[in-house]
């Protein structure tokens, strides 16, 4: 019997995107039906994916790459708010992530709030582990990429348990953020930010107070 598999890919780059579907055109199974819409931007993939439900021909997988240029509405700013619009228009819909992306917060981030079948980093993916990602996806998801593993597997063997604000605030120190800027984007106040960066270096058994020093260590534990 045809598996008949409706797909949406999404990727503002069209040679990656034609790469992708070479890939799955070429290793698919004998029994298996492709049918593959692209998006190269957020509005289009909203079209798609808006057009399917109306005609309640809903797609079984979506390939989202995380960074994409803003909607022309403002309402959606990357790959991550698209996905968690499809988990609510496409409740149905396997999704499969593609980025570049590989700091410990942003994968964290991402199994958070979308929690995805399909994890994979752009920088480990082949066309064999493409086609087993899709494959596994189908029949028995989730397919993680080994850098989405390992940053898994260190946070959890660790036995340091941080919040959310807190791994923002390393998040944002990786980055190049000041301690007194901090408080902008964390929305509390520069002695909360303070406090809680008493908290981290005392959980990462920091001796010298150095934020450098900070990172070293959550970067070996996998928070960063």
């Excluded at 034609?18 to 298996?32: P, R, V």
């Excluded at 590989?102 to 980093?121: A, Q, Y």
């Excluded at 001796?207 to 070996?220: P, S, V, W």
Aim: glycine residues 4%; hydrophobic residues 40%.
């Amino acid at each position: 019997m045809t598996q008949k598999i409706k797909i949406l890919m999404i990727d503002d780059h069209p040679m990656i995107i034609e790469g992708y579907q070479n890939t799955l055109l070429f290793t698919k199974k004998d029994n298996q039906e492709l049918t593959i819409d692209i998006a190269n931007n957020c509005d289009e993939a909203i079209h798609f994916m808006d057009k399917a439900m109306e005609h309640a021909t809903p797609y079984d997988v979506l390939f989202v790459d995380i960074s994409l240029p803003p909607s022309t509405d403002g309402s959606m700013n990357s790959g991550e708010d698209l996905a968690e619009y499809a988990r609510n228009v496409l409740p149905n819909a396997k999704i499969i992530i593609l980025t570049m992306f590989n700091e410990s917060f942003r994968i964290h981030n991402i199994i958070k709030t979308i929690d995805p079948e399909g994890f994979l980093i752009k920088s480990d993916l082949t066309s064999s582990e493409l086609a087993s990602a899709f494959q596994a996806v189908l029949n028995n998801p989730p397919f993680y990429s080994g850098t989405v593993n390992s940053h898994i597997r260190k946070t959890i063997t660790s036995d340091i348990v941080i919040d959310e604000k807190n791994r923002k605030i390393l998040h944002l120190l990786s980055q190049g953020v000041k301690t007194k800027n901090l408080a902008s984007h964390l929305d509390i106040s520069l002695s909360a930010v303070e406090k809680r960066k008493k908290q981290l270096k005392d959980l990462f058994n920091v001796q010298d107070g150095q934020d450098e020093t900070l990172l070293n260590e959550a970067r070996k534990k996998g928070f960063v």
